[in-house]
């Protein structure tokens, strides 16, 4: 069975901006220095469990569904995980992280179960 799932907001890197002081985010140069630069990177951070908890809020409990997602990728729950999402293209099986040359507003996520 494969499951996709389109989300049409904002995107998995755009959300990580800076909002307000309640909500913080990251600033450019945050997410730059602690978080990688550049979004492949840190998606592939975040996926190998380099990056914990990453999320806008920082509330806790958030920015555990990519690491959970890895989890089940990791356990053979699921046999196929890709993940496009802004100017990211990463199929986690095959360990690809690229940088696209377009801009997604979004984040679709695709995944087989065994």
Known sequence: VTFSFLDYGVGIFNSL??????????????????LGGK????????????LRNVSRTRDHKHGTGLPGMKSAFDNN???KLVIL????????????YERLNANFSGTFIQFHFR
């Open 77 to 79: 729950f699921v046999s």
């Open 17 to 34: 901006s800076s909002k307000s002081a309640r909500d913080p985010g990251y600033s450019m140069f945050a997410k730059y220095f602690k």
């Open 85 to 96: 999402s802004n100017d990211v293209y990463a199929n986690i099986g095959s360990v690809e």
């Open 39 to 50: 979004n492949h990177v840190i998606l592939q951070k975040i996926m190998e469990g380099k």
